[in-house]
Every structure is written in structure tokens, then in C-alpha cells.
């Protein structure tokens, strides 16, 4: 026998307890466990996306956290791995020229006039990243595909890859048909798992306009034979074996639904207690009243009473006095809505669902009145850590892979600096589109103290320009460019220097240095 628990070691094994009794969840694979509800889970957290402010908030917050406004290559070429490998020509200057090249080079594909960079030539790179990030907290996953449009070239464009998004539920096995050993939720998959090929349908399958395209999927290898990129699928990883992705949404949905109902009920019954705030009570029936005395003579004195008060209003102070019928008096309702104990309520739900979705209880709810400096610091600190593995994983699983397309066509037209006996793109291709991105900056509680800390970080060696610039969505080398431009036009015009620029080498504490 076993003690207390009976035969089971461990209370959570326990089937027999009132709490667990009825508790005997299923234990599945992961693909099986997503891919057979994956349409039910991924139609409900896009209702609550487009119905529920809280919802929607919460995707926007944090999108705007992880990719914002801008979302900039950083070229980071690993010189060191290259000169170890193909010599010395390989160095530090190399490296420099070879950044500001790649850099300018993305910025005129990704940031096109014409948006030939987005085969619907409707959004930047930037835009389509965004859009991207949102299908994945919505949907769970996001889904490009890099093609190959030499047709943009003739109409002026200066490169011929382009980048279409693709609607999630667009992948799917044909047909419809179960998930197979090398089949899963339209993800083509090797005997290790590894991802070869995507099924896609020619159009989503209740666009009743296409009904033919709907029925026809297309299977979109993976990579081109020689590896370059021709599918990217981005996601978040809950478990090894995983092909499709979940919606932040999933492990609070229900509750999410219904704090959603509960707002509604409050404001129903807010507005209800507005319209009939005030009622007129009396004991006669209308209709009894009116047969009963329609032909005597209280009926002539009441309409002789009515008469005379129309005509001669009474007033006090110019407002006017109601004169009621026999019997009638005026009610009011007191208002009981919102509940007492609704905000507080309310509060706790919004933690639970902030938790589960990766966010701050603030953030969520664009309320900072209960929180003073220290509590937002720290609420601010433990989220950029989310936010910011949020954006290297979403940059490791799609901006990278669509990086390393582009860069390869850019070496194809020779427009980067390469030494003498470099190896090809496809020999270096790691070493070559090494990056890192910059997104939107984490911004400052108190700007004046922690820029003091930066400041002090950056003098004692715990920091660099690059990484405090980068927090800030900032790109160092413009900002150094930007400020010697600076000084120069304030030389120029022979204006004092401000604090900020006294502090270089070049300058004494009272002396401008010479006119560059």
C-alpha cells in the first residue's frame, strides 16, 4: 500500500481525488495536438482580434514593441572567419566597407519607391515584417514566399527577388486529407523532421470568387537546389516535433472571451438603468381607467383640469411644476452600474491575460496611474526581455532567411566590395550575411537618471556606443556621422558648442577646436 495518496507517489498522478478526478487530459503529439483544432483555435483568436480592444491592444503593443516603425539590417560580416579561412585581405576596413555597401543596398530594395520589393507592390520590407509579426500573434505563424520577378527590372526596379506574405490558413495538406509520417498540417517533412517542402492552396479555401484556385494547392520547396530560400515559415517553438505554429492567444483565449462578455453585460446593463432612469407609477390601468369613466362626470372634470393647467403653467423660480394625474408619482432608478467590484475584477483578469500573452498588465491596459517609478522600471525591464527574444527569434526564422535571398542576387550583380580571391556567395554565405536588426527603441522611464547610467556604463567599459544606440533603435555610425556634420556647421558659423560636444579629445574645456 502507499501512504496517504494510496498507490500513487505523486498527488498530481492521483485519478481518484475530488480536485483531479475529472482532470485526465490527452497525450498527443504536438502536431496532433495543433493541426487537428488549428482552424477552430486560429478563426477564434482573429474574431477576438477584430472584436475586443483588449485583444487588439494587446497585439498592437507588443508589435510595436518587437518590430515598430523600423525594422533595420545591420550588416555584421564575420571578417575574422573569413580571413582565417581565405586570408588576410579579410579585415576590420573590409568589414566597414562591406556593412555600408549591404546596408545601402537593402535600403534601396526594401525601402523602393515603386515597393517592387513586395510582389503586391503595396508595403515596405519594414511594413511586411510588421504584418508578418501580427499574423504571428494572431494566427501563430507567418508565412513569405521569396520569388523571383525579373519583370521588375524592365519597369525600373534594381533587383528581381521579391517577398509576397502568404495567409496562414492557405498552408494545409491537400485536400484536406489526415496528417501523414511526412505530411503535417501542409508542411512537407524528411525522415528527421526537417521541413522540405510547403503546400499551399492557390487561394483560401472560402473565397467562394475562387472557388477553382481553392481547391488547388502548389508545393513550394523549401529551397532553391543550390539553398537559397523560397519558403519561410516563422513561429514559436512550444515543443520538439512542432510543424505549425499557436496564436499567443491560445492558453487564454477562453478567458479572454469572457472578460470580453462580462464588459459587454456591464455596459448593456449601464445603459439600460440610462435609458429608464426615470418612470411615472400608477395604480389604474390605462385602458380600465378610460372605459370606466369615459362618459361620466370625473371624465369632463379631469379633461377641464387638464385644460386649465395647459393654459395657465405653473412655475417656480421659471422652471415649470408637473402636475400629475390622481394617484401617479414619479420614480427614479438608482444607478448600480458599473459594479463596485468591477474595476478590480476587471484588474485581475488583465494580469492573467498580460502574463499569458507576454506582455505587462500596463501595457495591456495603457494604464500607469497605480505605478510609480521603480514598479515601471522593473515591469519595463522583465518585458524588453520577452519583447527583445522575441525579436531575434523572429529575425532568425524570417527576416535572416529573406536577407540571405537578397544578398545573394546583390552578389550576383557585383555590387559589394570583395578582395581579390574571395570566395563565392555560396562558399561564405554564413560569413557574408551575418546581421543583426535594429528595432523600435525601449524608450526611458526617467530619461535623465538612465541616461546618466548609460553614460557611466559606456565610461567604465560595461557597455558599447553600438549596443546603447541599438536599445534606443538608433544605428551608431549615423549618429557619430550626424554629429560630426553637427559640429562642423556649428563651427562653421562660429556657435559656442553645447555640453554635449565638449567632451572629445579634440576639444579643452573652453577651447572650440579649429574648423574642419
Known sequence: MGGMGGPFAYDAANMFGAETADWNPWLRSPDAEINIDRDRMAAR????????????????????????????????????????????????????????????????????????????QKLTVTQMFRLAFMHQMKDGEALAVLRWMPENIEMGADYATTLQLIHPDRLSNPFQQMDTHSLRGGVEINNDGAPIAYHVRQAHQFDYFDAIQSMTWDRLPRFTPWGRPVVVHSYDFDDAGQHRGLSAFIPVLSRFKMLANYDKAELQQALIQTIFATFIQSPYDPEDVENALSDGELSQYQKMRQEWHSENKLTLGGARIPVMPPGEEVKTVSATRPNSGFDAFQGTFLRNLAAGIGTSAEQLSMDYSKTNYSSSRSSMLEIWKTMHRRRNDFAVSLANPIYSGFAEEVFDQKRVPLPRNAPDFLDGKTAYTRCSWIGPGRGWVDPVSERQGAVIGLDAGFNTLERECAEQGLDYEEVLDQRQVERQMMAERNLPYPQWAMGSPMNQATKKPDAE
Not at 545591420?74 to 579585415?91: K, M, T
Request: charged share 30%; hydrophobic share 40%; proline share 1%.
Open 45 to 120: 483568436s482573429r474574431d477576438l482580434f477584430r472584436n475586443d480592444g483588449w485583444a487588439r491592444g494587446s497585439v498592437t503593443r507588443i508589435t510595436d514593441n518587437v518590430v515598430g516603425a523600423q525594422f533595420r539590417l545591420v550588416s555584421n560580416p564575420d571578417y575574422r572567419a573569413l580571413r582565417f579561412r581565405h586570408g588576410s585581405a579579410f579585415d576590420a576596413v573590409w568589414a566597414k566597407e562591406f556593412r555600408q555597401a549591404m546596408e545601402a543596398e537593402w535600403r534601396m530594395w526594401s525601402e523602393n519607391s515603386q515597393l517592387f520589393c513586395d510582389a503586391a
